[in-house]
């Protein structure tokens, strides 16, 4: 069986409780977490092998660019 080396976009934020959670856009529902960013990568490897069984259709996007982008919420104070 003939392998072939894939690379795709891995986004990693971190949340309030300083857990790492990585997530690969290009992969619905391919997403992991951990303590440190060592493990969430290492983490991230093995979820991306297992969305990739089975759908040969997979081709990685290119990566452009991150954007961070501020917004307003209006509060809904409810009284």
């Known amino acids: 069986m003939e392998k072939e080396n894939l690379e795709f976009n891995v986004v990693i934020e971190q949340d309030e409780d300083g857990i790492y959670v990585a997530r690969v856009p290009e992969l619905e529902g391919c997403y992991t977490q951990g303590k440190t960013v060592e493990e969430v990568v290492s983490r991230i490897k093995e979820?991306?092998?297992?969305?990739?069984?089975?759908?040969?259709?997979?081709?990685?996007?290119?990566?452009?660019?991150?954007?961070?982008?501020?917004v307003e919420k209006e509060n809904q104070n409810i009284v």
Do not use: N, T
Not at 48 to 69: A, H, S, T
């Open 47 to 70: 979820a991306i092998e297992v969305c990739l069984k089975g759908d040969d259709d997979i081709i990685p996007m290119k990566f452009i660019g991150l954007q961070r982008v501020q």
